[in-house]
């Protein structure tokens, strides 16, 4: 098939590059020049494992192509994929001005029946907002369907879960839709859940709130945990092999971030209360996620005593490992409260410091941990990437003026730190 995506951003790069890798015909779309020069030179503007060598062998095929010219993509695709941006405006509610602007220049290029796809996240009824968009801008009478087809894919693992998805949900209104969109998705071998538009909307939404919710639930349980003097990871293993549970979602420590979730479950709040039902449980799901953060910040302030002018390292930078992402990264928070109260922050992350640097000022950034480590009074982890669980601890603690670690991720045995001898706290533990 023939497919256009508009979005090179995460879910339309991945999305875009998927397709061409099951041998569709792919042109993704950017207004932005400089990006699309970027990645016709096979260079990523995020980093995501293995998406790189996808990209260079679908371009390589001639299978993927990369364009500012819209009217291109829509004329000569069939199905036409909107993955643009929808951020959070000042009120909370998802910013669809980019959707619409999206519709209306497909619309404007429309030459034959066309499939439109919501690929990117939107609140219920956006397909009929962009539907009535779509025929208030098309020239001629021509037929075309809006269809919702939400993504789930997470970043650091993005190929993995777009070529392997739990579930492919697909939101039609049209039998003809609806055997287009299973034919393109028949031979992802993962179930297809065939919808109305509204409830596949929805399914986005409510999924991303629920996983939300779990996080949140489990900062909860983590922080009684604390109180009582239990361990949440065990409790959390305990709870997750109840198959109704399930134990993914369930690690405690410094709350959701990234690009997704805050907004998600704010615009979920949002469109809901503006349908008519206050959707407490969201607002509360909310809070925990920002007091854990807070908490955190507290509990520093109560192993240094006093903060002002003692250095911090902050070990981990991005949202979570295996991406360079920074949006609403739990550490952008805990470093600006702690430079609030005058420390000194010296921080690594193995790939997002480039786009930290951009965010966090006054930051000495150092080339690996042990750097960071450094003349520290208190280690701070905020990522758990997977290297520093293997960091040597003996030499850690050499390089530490106190050995203070303050983990909020529980990436180490507390039992084996306090033999190594350092002064450690954790989360829930
Ligand atoms: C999420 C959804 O998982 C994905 O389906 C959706 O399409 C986009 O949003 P992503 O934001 O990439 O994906 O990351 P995810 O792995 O879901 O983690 C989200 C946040 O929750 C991270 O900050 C992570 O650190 C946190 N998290 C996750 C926890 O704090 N505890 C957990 O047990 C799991």
Redesign the pocket.
């Known amino acids: 098939m023939n497919i256009c995506i508009v979005g090179t951003g995460y879910v339309g790069l991945v999305t875009g590059t998927i397709f061409a890798h099951k041998g569709h015909n792919v042109i993704c779309i950017d207004k932005e020049e400089d990006k699309v020069n970027m990645l016709k030179e096979g260079r990523m503007p995020i980093y995501e494992p293995g998406l790189d060598k996808l990209v260079e062998e679908n371009v390589r095929a001639g299978r993927l192509n990369f364009s500012t010219d819209i009217e291109a993509g829509v004329t000569s695709s069939q199905i036409i994929f909107i993955a643009v941006g929808t951020p959070p405006s000042e009120d909370g509610r998802a910013d669809l001005s980019y959707i619409e602007q999206v519709a209306r220049q497909v619309a404007r290029h429309m030459n034959e029946y066309k499939i439109i796809v919501e690929k990117s996240t939107v609140p219920v009824q956006t397909g009929e907002k962009v539907k009535t968009t779509i025929e208030m801008n098309v020239r001629s009478k021509i037929e075309f369907d809006v269809v919702s087809n939400p ?6 693992s993005a190929i993995e879960d777009a070529l392997h998805p739990d579930r492919i949900v697909i939101g039609v209104s049209s039998e003809r839709a609806r055997k287009v969109m299973e034919d393109l998705y028949k031979d992802f071998n993962a179930p297809i859940i065939t919808t109305d538009v509204k409830s596949a909307e929805i399914i986005k939404h409510a ?2 709130s629920f ?1 939300a919710l779990k ?1 949140s639930y ?1 900062n909860a349980v983590a922080n009684v945990c604390e109180l009582a003097g239990a361990n949440v990871m065990e409790v959390a293993e305990g709870m997750g092999l109840d198959k109704r549970i399930g134990r ?4 405690a ?9 805050p907004k998600d479950i704010d615009a979920f709040a949002r469109i809901s209360e503006e349908l008519g039902y206050d959707f407490p449980i969201l607002k509360e799901v909310q809070q925990i996620n920002y007091d854990q953060r807070k908490m955190f910040v507290k509990k520093i302030e109560q192993e240094l005593w006093i903060v002002k002018r003692k250095t911090i390292g902050v070990l981990g930078l991005a ?2 490992p295996n991406t360079d992402d920074m949006r609403e990264a739990p550490a952008i928070y805990i470093i600006n409260e702690l430079q609030k109260r005058g420390a000194n922050i010296k921080a690594y992350d193995p790939e997002a410091m480039d786009n930290a640097k951009q965010i966090l000022d006054k930051v000495e950034y150092c080339q690996d941990p042990y750097s960071v480590a450094k003349g520290v009074d208190c280690l701070v982890i905020a990522t758990e990437w997977e290297e520093f669980k293997l960091l040597d601890l003996k030499r850690i603690k050499k390089e530490m003026n106190q050995p203070n670690i303050i983990d909020g991720r529980n990436i180490f045995d507390p039992a084996k730190m306090i033999e190594l001898g350092f002064n450690y706290r954790s989360i829930g533990r």
């Open positions: 993504e789930f894919l997470k970043e650091g999924a991303n996983l996080i489990i993914n979602f369930l690690n420590g410094l709350g959701y971030g990234g690009s997704c979730f949202f979570k």
